[in-house]
């Protein structure tokens, strides 16, 4: 039986895990744990190791067993957890798209709003070609993972003449993009509010996405004239975004809340 934490983030959903009990089989259980129907469900598991020094360290491994750089939401969703279980009102939590700082700004227990430093995004515009749908324009942004970022204008989101779920699977996995890439929609609806719709890469469709919420929000500052504090709106409800300048640091605020606790198997 392995020890879990089931935490949420606007609906994008992580099991969390301690380090020594993956036993390297980290893809296996993410495949295994993350599967609605017949295990507990999440979008990805966020491993934690709690080194020597006193450092953190997450990896993260989506549903579909790949491991990915980071999530905002899923180190949100530990900071939280690591807010309930031990008291900490911040953390440095190391994560392979660098340092992640979150601060927890409310709290009531299992509900924390937390606001988390989610370093420098690097916005460049390109123009993509699929097969079937021609040239595709947008912009890489990168913030500790990669994120490719379209303009849509239509309510549904949708874009070339496809849903935005169709032309986001093509997108993640176009041969442009060896590694994959996570995939955001965005409808800028007034100078400082957007709305946008997320492809993950390793897993599809989520209602939201912390460094997705940081890339559309990047993109829409850097090629839209939009105002340096944002209010981007998922499916899963609104974040907040702040970056004062290109060269700064990008703030992310935005809720995380604890679920449950329990133990599963997993032979």
């Known amino acids: 039986m392995i020890s879990f934490v089931k935490a949420h983030a606007c609906g994008n959903d992580f099991l969390i895990i301690e380090e020594p009990l993956a036993q390297r ?13 017949t295990s507990v469900g999440a979008d990805g598991i966020e491993f934690l190791d709690r080194r020597a020094n006193g450092e953190f360290f997450l990896r993260l491994f989506n549903a579909d067993g790949s491991e ?3 999530s905002g939401n899923g180190t949100r969703c530990v900071a939280a957890w690591l807010a309930t279980s031990e ?31 989610m370093g420098v995004p690097r916005v460049m515009q390109r123009t993509i070609v699929l097969p079937g749908v021609g040239e595709v324009s947008g912009a890489m942004v990168n913030v500790g993972n990669p ?12 874009a070339h003449g496809l849903s935005w779920q169709e032309l986001g699977a093509q997108i993640s ?5 060896p590694h994959g890439t996570n995939v955001e929609f965005v409808r800028v609806l007034s ?5 946008f719709r ?19 929000s990047a993109a829409a500052m850097a090629l839209r004239g939009s105002e340096r504090e944002l209010t981007a709106i998922a499916e899963g409800g609104p974040q907040r975004t702040v970056w004062s300048s290109n060269d700064a640091v990008m703030r992310l605020t935005g809720p995380a809340e604890i679920i449950c606790r329990g133990e599963v198997a997993a032979l």
Do not use: M, W
């Not at 994120?147 to 949708?158: G, I, M, Q």
């Not at 996995?173 to 993009?177: C, L, N, Q, T, V």
């Not at 100078?191 to 709305?195: N, Y």
């Open 198 to 216: 997320i492809f993950e890469r390793g897993c599809g469709p989520t209602t939201s996405s912390g460094t997705g919420t940081c890339a559309s």
């Open 147 to 158: 994120h490719f970022v379209l303009f849509v204008d239509s309510e549904d989101f949708s």
């Open 68 to 70: 990915a750089e980071l």
């Open 191 to 195: 100078p400082s509010e957007i709305a």
């Open 87 to 117: 008291g900490r009102q911040e953390v440095a939590l190391g994560t392979h798209g660098g340092l992640r700082t979150c601060h927890v700004i409310e709290s009531n227990d299992p509900l924390y709003l937390i606001e988390s430093e």
């Open 25 to 37: 089989r980290h893809a296996e259980l993410a495949r295994k744990l993350c599967a609605r129907n």
């Open 173 to 177: 996995g176009s041969p442009a993009f």
